[in-house]
Structures are given as structure tokens and as C-alpha cells.
Nanobody, 129 residues
């Protein structure tokens, strides 16, 4: 079974930066590789539904960003470490949320929470002055 663990959340001032990590582990017949999956970052602010932030799949350039974070956030992966990162720059108060990573089979990038098969438990990002 697949397992995702997020880390890197914390308290940051507006305009600051933070890097989140999503470590993936599990078993496949051919051995685990992020190339077989799409991994995406989501966030959920208090009183709001979970929304997609960014996704990445195996193809170079196969990334997508929500309009609210485009130009500020960058998603990347390190296959050797089975880890996906979300570099967040120029953070705003409205970025405050619990950030989750999700995984689905296949290489089609999506920001739809319903498409994810596996979820991490989340890491809290608080942007406050």
C-alpha cells in the first residue's frame, strides 16, 4: 500500500517562503517509482473545502498550478528520494491552510481532490504578521 507523509509546514511572515515535502512509500510489482503516478498538493483553509494547488506527473513539463498560486509556488520531485516538493514564495495571508499531498495512478495531472487514491495527513502552514 502507498503512504504519503507531509512535512515542512510552520509559521511564516507575509512575503516569506516555505518548502513543503511529501515523502511517498509503498509497494509495486516493479518497485516504487514516482513515474507511475501523479502527485498533487492541495490545501484546506478553515471553513473551506479542499482545493487543488499544484500537480506533477512523470513527463517533463507536466505540471499545473492553480491561478491563486501561479508564479509564486513551484512543484518539483526527486525520484531517488521518492519525494515531491512544493516551494512556496511570496506567501500571503490567504495561503494559510493545512496542506495535503495526494496521489493517483496514471500520469494525467489533475487538481481534483476526488481523483486522488491516497492522502497524507497534512501539514499546517500559517502565514501571519
Amino acid at each position: 500500500q502507498m503512504q504519503l507523509v507531509e512535512s515542512g509546514g510552520g509559521l511564516v511572515q507575509p512575503g516569506g517562503s516555505l518548502r513543503l515535502s511529501c515523502a511517498a512509500s509503498g509497494f509495486t510489482l516493479d518497485g516504487f517509482s514516482l513515474d507511475y503516478y501523479t502527485i498533487a498538493w492541495f490545501r484546506q483553509a478553515p471553513g473551506k473545502e479542499r482545493e487543488g494547488v499544484s500537480c506533477i506527473s512523470r513527463l517533463v513539463g507536466s505540471t499545473y498550478y492553480a491561478d491563486s498560486v501561479k508564479g509564486r509556488f513551484t512543484i518539483s520531485r526527486d525520484n531517488a528520494k521518492n519525494t515531491v516538493y512544493l516551494q512556496m514564495n511570496s506567501l500571503k495571508l490567504e495561503d494559510t491552510a493545512v496542506y495535503y499531498c495526494g496521489l493517483k495512478t496514471g500520469v494525467g495531472c489533475t487538481l481534483a481532490p476526488s481523483g486522488m487514491n491516497v492522502w497524507g495527513k497534512g501539514t499546517l502552514v500559517t502565514v501571519s504578521s
